[in-house]
């Protein structure tokens, strides 16, 4: 486990090398904060700086690219904060299948269904990228969410944009193309790369999507013939965003 103050001084130190926490807890404004600083983040950071016991109960974990960090028995003992970096959490089919039900970035919670007294369906997180996470045991995130009106926010404000994303998931899988689907998918993973390439195999993007390898390859292929991307070994360009909206149409 990395020590409270270690913790504090890894993630909260601002870029003029000062504890952004350690200002804002001299402040003593903390009724007054604006809606920007109710982020699940800012909040687990914010109470770690004031409850020592909560934040020596939190472990910081490294993860790199491709490690399964998180099983269906880890989410039932623990809450998970992505901190930085990206997390997919997937369940497996009968037949040996991935299907991705989130792709979640810093900030965002998972292991909710440990608070609420019993396993859920076989989940498992895996890393997209190298990044941490704030892992809180079940016990102190159940004594948290009854006793600090904020945390208790915190919790519900990430519960419901789960929520949201998993509605406007089902959405695009119900009235949307495959086409439009993974044109949308390419330009959110290429979002953050100066280069515009996503790092992704074919079954991964099928994963992600809920559908088949071929069914991408095939969709893929069109992409190239357009000259929307050029592909290479594990990753794909992205050459005309433009036309990659486009064909996304509203669900970028």
Same mark, same amino acid.
């Given at each position: 486990?990395?020590?409270?103050?270690?913790?504090?001084?890894?993630?909260?130190?601002?870029?003029?090398?000062?504890?952004?926490?350690?200002?804002? =807890?001299?402040?003593?404004?903390e009724c007054d904060m604006n809606m920007t600083d109710?982020?699940?983040?800012?909040? $687990? @950071?914010?109470?770690?700086?004031?409850?020592?016991? &909560?934040?020596? /109960? &939190? #472990?910081?974990r490294s993860f790199h690219a491709g490690e399964v960090v998180a099983q269906a028995n880890d989410m039932a003992r623990s809450l998970f904060l992505v901190a930085s970096g990206r997390v997919q959490l997937y369940r497996t089919t009968r037949d040996g299948r991935r299907f991705v039900i989130a792709t979640l @970035?810093? +900030?965002?919670? $998972?292991?909710?269904? /440990?608070? !609420? @007294?019993?396993?859920?369906? *076989? %989940?498992? =997180?895996?890393a997209l990228e190298p990044g941490s996470l704030w892992i809180m045991p079940r016990k102190k995130a159940i004594e948290m969410s009854s006793t600090d009106a904020m945390f208790g926010f915190g919790l519900m404000q990430a519960m419901g944009h789960r929520l949201m994303e998993a509605e406007n998931r089902l959405e695009q899988i119900a009235y949307s193309t495959i086409s439009s689907r993974l044109a949308a998918l390419l330009l959110e993973l290429a979002a953050d790369d100066p280069h515009n390439v996503v790092h992704a195999t074919h079954q991964e993007l099928? *994963?992600?999507?809920? %559908?088949?390898?071929? #069914?991408?390859?095939? #969709?893929?292929?069109? $992409?190239?013939?357009?000259?929307?991307?050029?592909? @290479?070994?594990?990753?794909? %360009?992205? !050459? *005309?965003?433009? +036309? !990659?909206?486009?064909? =996304?149409?509203?669900?970028?």
């Open positions: 486990m990395v020590s409270y103050q270690r913790m504090l001084r890894l993630l909260n130190r601002g870029d003029n090398g000062v504890s952004r926490w350690a200002v804002e =807890a001299s402040t003593q404004r109710r982020n699940v983040k800012s909040i $687990f @950071g914010r109470l770690a700086e004031q409850n020592k016991d &909560l934040g020596e /109960s &939190l #472990t910081v @970035g810093p +900030g965002s919670l $998972f292991g909710e269904d /440990s608070m !609420l @007294g019993g396993e859920g369906p *076989d %989940t498992y =997180a895996v099928a *994963d992600m999507l809920g %559908t088949w390898r071929e #069914t991408i390859s095939k #969709t893929l292929q069109d $992409f190239r013939r357009r000259g929307l991307v050029a592909s @290479g070994r594990r990753k794909l %360009t992205l !050459l *005309d965003k433009e +036309g !990659l909206e486009l064909e =996304a149409g509203g669900l970028t």
